[in-house]
C-alpha cells in the first residue's frame, strides 16, 4: 500500500469513525427523549434506570448500525474528500498525475469493507440478540416475561406445534399440540396433552427438542390395519412385549439368565416401537397370576410404516400391569415420571421472537431462507422482501456512494453547492428506494428496481468526473 493510499484509508476510516459515534448517539438521544419515561415508570432509583438505558441501548445499537450503515459509508466519503478539495489536496494529487478515479479508490475499498461488517452484524449478532431487541423500552430486564399464546408454528422437520400459553420467565408451552408431518406435508402424527401438560426445550441424546409431559402419541396414516392397538402415553404403554415375551427373546439372544438384563431395541412392530432399557427384572412368579416385571429407564421409540419416527416416550422406571381392556394385548406398561420428546429446532428464544412484529428483519439470512422454505407463514410477502433487500442492501450503499463522489470531486469550488447536491441525489435516492419497498408490488421488483434505475445512473454519473 502506498503512502497517499495510507493516508486516504486513515482519513476515511477516522471519519467513518466519528460519524459512528455521532450518529448513533444522535439515534440513542432522540429516542430516549421520547421514552424517558417508559424506563422510569417502575423505578425511581438513578442507578436501575441507567442500568435499564445501558442494557436497552447497547443491544439496540446493533440494529442502529445496520439502519444507519448505509449513510455513514457515504456521509464519510462525502466528508474525508470534501474536506480534501477546500484544502487543495485533490487539486496536489491532479497535478502530479494522480487521477481522481485513483483517489476514491481507496475509499470504494473501504466502503466495501464496511458493508461485509453490517452484513456480519446482520447475520451473526443480530440473531444472537434478538429475543432482547424485541422488547419495549418498558420490557427491560426482569419485565420482559410475559406469557402469550403460540401460533402455529413450523420446524424444519415440517412438524407444527401450538400452545393455547407459554411462558418466557419458564420457557414452557402449556397444553401443546403436536402435528407431525412428511415430506409432502401431509399429517402423519400427532400428540397432544392433557390438562397440566407442558413442554420443555433441552436435549436427548444428541438431538435438540421439545420434552412433553402428561401427552399421549398417535400415529394418523390411513393404511390397512395400521392403528396401533392402543394409542401409547406418557402414563402407560400398550405392546405385545410383555414380561414373559421378553424373556423369550433374551434367552434366544443370551443363554445367561435373562432376568436382570439390559434391553437394547427389541422390536413391537405391531404397536410400532422398539424398546430398550438399562436394566429388566421379572417378578417372582405367582401361582395362575400373569408374570410381572419392571424396568429402568426405559425407552419407547414409536415409528410409522415408513419407518419415521415420530417420537420417544421415556421414564425413570415402568411396571408390567395385566389388563384385559386392551384387545389384542394382554396389559401394559405403567411408567414412572414419562414423557414424550419430539425433536425440533424450535427453541424458546425463536417462540419469543416470532410473537414481534419485526421478527422476521431479525432473523439471519440462512434461517429466513428455511423458513420460507419448510412454512407458509403470516406476512410471507414482507419475509420474501427482507429477504431479497438483504441481497440488494450492499449493492444500493455502493450505488449511494458513486451517485454523491462526482459532485464532491467536481471543480465546482463552492462547496456548499456540491454538499447540498449530493444530498439531494443521496435523498432522492432513499426516498425512491423505500417508496419501492411500501408499495403493493412483487418483492422481487421492490427490492430490486432501485438497482436497475440507480446502477447505470450511477455508472454514468462516475465517470463524467475529470480526472
Not at 402435528?179 to 402424527?189: F, P
Amino acid at each position: 500500500m502506498k503512502t497517499l493510499d495510507r493516508y486516504i484509508v486513515r482519513t476515511f476510516l477516522t471519519t467513518a469513525f466519528l460519524f459512528l459515534v455521532v450518529m448513533i448517539m444522535l439515534r440513542i438521544v432522540l429516542d430516549l427523549f421520547t421514552n424517558m419515561d417508559e424506563f422510569t415508570e417502575q423505578s425511581d432509583s438513578f442507578s436501575v434506570v441507567f442500568g435499564y438505558i445501558w442494557e436497552y441501548y447497547t443491544t439496540q445499537s446493533l440494529v442502529y448500525f445496520i439502519e444507519l450503515g448505509g449513510l455513514i459509508i457515504v456521509a464519510s466519503a462525502a466528508f474525508s474528500l470534501a474536506r480534501m478539495n477546500h484544502t487543495n489536496e485533490l487539486t496536489a494529487m491532479l497535478a502530479s498525475g494522480v487521477s481522481l478515479h485513483r483517489v476514491v479508490l481507496p475509499i470504494i475499498i473501504c466502503s466495501m469493507l464496511m458493508g461485509g461488517i453490517v452484513i456480519l452484524d446482520q447475520e451473526l449478532l443480530v440473531p444472537r440478540f434478538a429475543h432482547l431487541l424485541i422488547r419495549e423500552h418498558d420490557n427491560v430486564g426482569n419485565r420482559a416475561e410475559k406469557e402469550f399464546r403460540v401460533p402455529v408454528m413450523t420446524d424444519s422437520n415440517h412438524t407444527g406445534w401450538f400452545s393455547t400459553k407459554y411462558n418466557s420467565a419458564e420457557k414452557k408451552m402449556y397444553r401443546p399440540a403436536v402435528i407431525l408431518r412428511g415430506d409432502d406435508s401431509v399429517a402423519i402424527g400427532r400428540a397432544v396433552t392433557s390438562k397440566g401438560g407442558h413442554a420443555q426445550y433441552g436435549r436427548f441424546g444428541n438431538v435438540n427438542g421439545w420434552h412433553i409431559t402428561q401427552a399421549n402419541l398417535a400415529k394418523l396414516d390411513h393404511g390397512k390395519n395400521s392403528a396401533w392397538p392402543s394409542v401409547p402415553s406418557t402414563e402407560r404403554i400398550g405392546t405385545r412385549l410383555d414380561p414373559k415375551a421378553l424373556l423369550g427373546q433374551l434367552v434366544t439372544e443370551s443363554p445367561t439368565d435373562p432376568s436382570d438384563q439390559e434391553i437394547h431395541r427389541l422390536a413391537d412392530p405391531r404397536c410400532g416401537l422398539l424398546l430398550s432399557a438399562t436394566k429388566f427384572r421379572t417378578d417372582p412368579q405367582t401361582t395362575n397370576r400373569p408374570k410381572t416385571g419392571y424396568m429402568q429407564q426405559p425407552r419407547f421409540v414409536f415409528k410409522n410404516n415408513a419407518g419415521r419416527t415420530l417420537g420417544v416416550i421415556y421414564a425413570t422406571s415402568a411396571r408390567w400391569v395385566p389388563s384385559e381392556n386392551i384387545p389384542s394385548l394382554t396389559g401394559y406398561w405403567k411408567l414412572y415420571r414419562g414423557a414424550l420428546f419430539i425433536p425440533s429446532d424450535i427453541t424458546p428464544e425463536a417462540i419469543v421472537l416470532r410473537q414481534s412484529s419485526e421478527w422476521i428483519a431479525y432473523m439471519s439470512t440462512l434461517e429466513l431462507t428455511r423458513l420460507l422454505q419448510f412454512e407458509s407463514i403470516p406476512g410471507e410477502r414482507a419475509a420474501v422482501l427482507t429477504l431479497h433487500t438483504r441481497i440488494a442492501n450492499p449493492i444500493n450503499n455502493l450505488v449511494m456512494l458513486l451517485l454523491g463522489l462526482p459532485f464532491i470531486l467536481s471543480r465546482q469550488r463552492n462547496l456548499k453547492k456540491s454538499v447540498g447536491l449530493n444530498i439531494l441525489v443521496v435523498g432522492a435516492f432513499y426516498v425512491f428506494m423505500y417508496g419501492c419497498r411500501y408499495l403493493d408490488i412483487a418483492p422481487l421488483w421492490a427490492a430490486w428496481l432501485p438497482v436497475m434505475v440507480f446502477v447505470p445512473l450511477s455508472v454514468v454519473m462516475f465517470d463524467t468526473v475529470k480526472t
